[in-house]
């Protein structure tokens, strides 16, 4: 058998990025093969997933190099440096050439204070002062309080990003609870998620498998399986989206009502459960009890032995016919006998 057309290329790349003395990003792979992007890489991602090549970010940009061929400085050197983000200046509230609020409160703090000793010269000296005092220190505290400076800390949150993706392998390794989705459903769910932090990795996928679970239940579900195509060796990307976004992906009406119609016919297929009630159970007694055998053996469908027997006992003694049958059972099999 000949190579497939995806080990002819990724052959070719292999041998290009060892004569690279840097990572490669797409486009320039791109150029290279003489090929679009896109093709490109999609060929480099499914080269990740068979472990010949590896990715990094710098940026907004994804860097390729050859795995398992470059220790942690040569890599470090074949990338672009990291940018960092200046940390921004914050103006601090004691330079501010307004006045702020606590000084105009410190102000008034001190002219309420001198009017409440030039009033406290009247009463006696040590017991106002002694007030005056436990007045001042409670206001000053809560003024100090106002007067310190609130830093601005930058809590360093992780956000998840809603729409994650990651290489999975070729079509014909996915799973076997997958359906593919139709058009409508596809641009449906484009129109959905089209602007969500995550989707612009994998917007021009134009193949997509979800869960058939879900889409019973009249929704596209959580995980997809994004594809170029439907060939077997064509590369699948992982898709998960975040619950918050998930919950409300739901199929277009009309095929929220496609699926319901199936799901009615599937269910008018169905075989419809035997239910056995007490009127079964003393029925078997009773057929058993007016003929002439001493011991026979009953079985009944979709019945364990030991359920059966314990049911038929029961009847038994409800009934009050102890003297003149009762059942028992060896492994998966049931017997009535009549008592002499």
Do not use: C
């Amino acid at each position: 058998m000949g190579r497939t057309p995806f080990k002819l290329t990724s052959a070719r790349v292999e041998k290009y990025l060892s004569e690279m003395d840097r990572a490669q990003t797409s486009k320039e792979v791109a150029q290279f093969l003489g090929v679009t992007t896109s093709s490109a890489y999609n060929t480099l991602q499914l080269m990740e997933v068979f472990g010949t090549v590896q990715k990094a970010k710098r940026g907004m940009s994804h860097y390729y190099f050859l795995k398992g061929v470059y220790d942690e400085e040569q890599i470090s050197a074949m990338l672009p440096p990291k940018k960092f983000k200046p940390e921004p200046r914050r103006r601090s509230i004691l330079r501010s050439p307004k006045r702020s609020e606590s000084q105009v409160q410190a102000t008034f703090l001190e002219k309420h204070i001198s009017t409440l000793r030039a009033q406290a010269s009247s009463f006696e000296g040590p017991s106002a002062l002694a007030m005056i005092g436990l007045q001042q220190e409670m206001i000053e505290k809560e003024i100090l309080t106002e007067e310190l400076p609130r830093e601005l800390e930058v809590e360093k949150r992780k956000f998840e990003t809603p729409i994650t993706s990651e290489p999975f392998a070729t079509i014909k390794h996915l799973p076997k609870d997958v359906r593919r989705l139709t058009l409508r459903q596809i641009k449906y769910l484009n129109e959905q998620l089209n602007g969500i932090e995550g989707y612009e990795e994998i917007k021009g996928f134009r193949t997509i498998f979800t869960k058939l679970s879900a889409l019973e239940y009249g929704k596209y579900g959580r995980v997809f399986y994004f594809s170029i195509g439907t060939n077997p060796w064509d590369y699948v990307q992982k898709v998960t989206i975040d619950p918050s976004i998930s919950d409300f992906l739901l199929l277009p009406n009309i095929e929220v009502k496609r699926w319901s119609s199936w799901n009615d016919f599937l269910s008018g297929l169905k075989e419809p459960k035997i239910r056995y009630g007490k009127d079964q159970y003393d029925k078997i007694i009773d057929q058993f009890i007016e003929n002439d055998h001493n011991l026979v053996e009953i079985t009944v469908e979709n019945r364990k032995a030991n359920y059966l027997n314990l049911m038929l006992n029961k009847r038994i003694g409800e009934r009050g016919l102890e003297e003149q049958v009762k059942a028992s059972y060896v492994t998966d099999w049931v017997y009535l006998e009549k008592v002499e």
